[in-house]
């Protein structure tokens, strides 16, 4: 499966030199097993940002590191990769603060992209290198269990804007979750499950949700398989941005 995450990727690409320390201009990340992440073809400055960029948001850590294959791999304490719970939180924060430093230091993701057949894998991540664009805030929305949505770190009046879409009359409950990291709406019926005439409603309450992202000017980042899912079952994350205002 093939996912075009940002079409206007190319277009920080061409607007100056990437900076001169890497030699490669495509790298790629990639989630592994429960617990690893492996950057691929990425300089030594990058890993290091990286490093630093998980260690600022996953508070477990980092359990060790080495070379593997040609690349290098960072195994976590925990398995952010099948979190429950506040794990499910804290891994698409984490997710979402190395997405940020790397766009930051011009590395524009082109596409994330399922390249393996074998069951319960994850995405690959392929960026591209390029201009450093201005400074840029990120929130996530993620889809768990069969009726709740959240977003994660997104500003307040996107939480109200979100209420206002969706609905009183289809929120049974709203809430915020894990140290008020993730503001969580548990909606009617199971809108993840849903087939029929349930599954197109969905569909349109998504779209409703990209409009009103895209009036704040927030833009989609990517959608990323990130989580292996306690009964098998999995769902995109998606990652969205906007320049600082």
């Known amino acids: 499966m093939f996912k075009n995450n940002d079409c206007t990727a190319n277009a920080g690409v061409g607007n100056g030199f990437p900076p001169a ?5 495509h790298a790629c990340l990639t ?8 950057l691929i073809q990425f300089p030594t400055p990058i890993i290091d ?17 080495k070379n593997y294959a040609g690349a290098y791999e960072f195994k976590f304490k925990g398995m952010p990769w099948y979190g429950q719970g506040a794990e499910a939180v804290e891994s698409r924060f984490m997710m979402m603060s190395v997405l940020s ?8 993701l ?9 069951q319960a894998d994850k995405d690959s991540l392929i960026f591209q290198l390029g201009t450093p664009p201005p400074p840029t805030s990120f929130f996530s929305v993620s889809f768990n269990e069969l009726d709740k949505l959240r977003l994660i770190g997104a500003p307040p009046e996107l939480i109200s804007a979100v209420q206002q879409i969706i609905g009183t009359s289809e929120i049974q409950r709203e809430e915020w979750v894990y140290s008020q990291t993730a503001y969580q709406f548990k909606l009617r019926g199971h809108p993840w499950l849903g087939s029929g005439e349930e599954a197109v409603t969905s569909r349109i309450k998504l779209l409703n949700l990209l409009d009103c992202f895209a009036s704040y000017g927030w833009q989609l980042h990517a959608t990323v398989d990130m989580s292996l899912g306690h009964d098998g ?8 941005r906007r320049i600082q205002q």
Do not use: P, V
């Open 31 to 38: 989630l592994n097993m429960t617990d690893r992440l492996r």
């Open 233 to 240: 079952s999995e769902t995109d994350t998606w990652f969205f």
């Open 21 to 25: 320390y890497s030699r490669h201009q």
């Open 110 to 118: 082109l596409m994330s992209t399922d390249i393996s057949k074998k």
């Open 101 to 108: 430093a790397l766009h930051h230091q011009g590395w524009y």
């Open 49 to 65: 940002i990286i490093r630093q960029a998980i260690l600022s948001s996953w508070r477990q850590g980092i359990q060790k590191e």
